[in-house]
């Protein structure tokens, strides 16, 4: 299992999806022989709200706002 981030790095090293209000981050983690999971979260969540209160899934799931218009 691996840590990883889509392009655009905010300051911990996720990724801030919404660049223009900075709303959600999100962070991929890798598994081998699974599904890539993706975690959208607010960026002042803990560590425990993230698992707790915030959206995961397979990361193959999200596509760009823009293919989906």
């Known amino acids: 299992m691996s840590n990883t981030s889509t392009p655009g790095p905010a300051s911990d090293g996720d990724t801030d ?9 999100a962070v991929v983690v890798t598994y081998d022989g699974a599904a890539d999971r993706r975690t959208l979260y607010p960026p002042k969540a803990t560590e425990t709200e993230r698992l707790t209160h915030w959206l995961t899934a397979d990361a193959d799931a999200f596509v760009p706002l823009e293919s989906s218009r």
């Open 17 to 25: 999806i919404n660049a223009v209000t900075g709303r959600l981050r």
